[in-house]
Nanobody
């Protein structure tokens, strides 16, 4: 059973930075995909960024391109999201997700592709 544990959320002012981390346990496949999603009350969970186990970044939401960077450390079984130039509209609960195994034609922005989720970490950006 895969377990994902996020950390790194917090409160920052607009223009600031945060780095989210997600540690994964229980992987049984060599090929997997991981992603970051976010959700605000009353809205659907939306994809932010996604990466394959080989390190290929497969997706960034238009709203975060140029500001957020997804990366991973396979040795540490960790996924990261570096968030720079944060805006108030980035305020949300951020979730780490894993698709294992990862379909060759998967849609990285589609939350239904991911079978495992972390508990979420809150990011609040004030103006």
């Amino acid at each position: 059973q895969v377990q994902l544990v996020e950390s790194g959320g917090g409160s920052v002012q607009a223009g600031g930075s945060l780095r989210l981390s997600c540690v994964g346990y229980g992987y049984t496949y060599s090929r997997y995909c991981m992603g970051w999603f976010r959700q605000t009350p009353g809205k659907e969970r939306e994809g932010v960024a996604s990466i394959r186990s080989g390190g290929d970044v497969t997706y960034y939401a238009d709203s975060v391109k140029g500001r957020f960077t997804i990366s991973q450390d396979n040795v540490k079984r960790s996924l990261y999201l570096q968030m720079n130039s944060l805006k108030p509209e980035d305020t949300a609960m951020y979730y780490c997700a894993a698709a294992q195994p990862c379909r060759s034609g998967y849609h990285p922005e589609d939350r239904d592709e991911y079978g495992y989720w972390g508990q979420g970490t809150q990011v609040t950006v004030s103006s």
